[in-house]
């Protein structure tokens, strides 16, 4: 029995690790943004351009942001 939780234990761990190493780690952006450089790539590509992205509204405070 303790065998198999040992086995069991490290197949998990290296489930996790696995996990946790997926993806690209750089800055955010905004939806915003990335509409934005979306649009610039499509005219530095010459290719059909998407609709010009909205200003993003003012955000409104909240009592929690200076938790955050």
Not at 43 to 67: G, M, T, Y
Request: proline share 10%.
């Amino acid at each position: 029995m303790t065998g198999s939780r040992i086995l069991v234990t490290l197949a998990l761990l290296a489930a996790v690790v696995t996990v946790t190493a997926c993806g690209r780690k750089s800055g955010l952006d905004t939806p915003y943004e990335a509409a934005e450089q979306a649009r610039k790539d499509a005219e530095r590509e010459k290719q059909p351009l998407p609709p010009e992205p909205e200003k993003p509204v003012k955000d409104k405070k909240f009592i929690l942001d200076p938790l955050l």
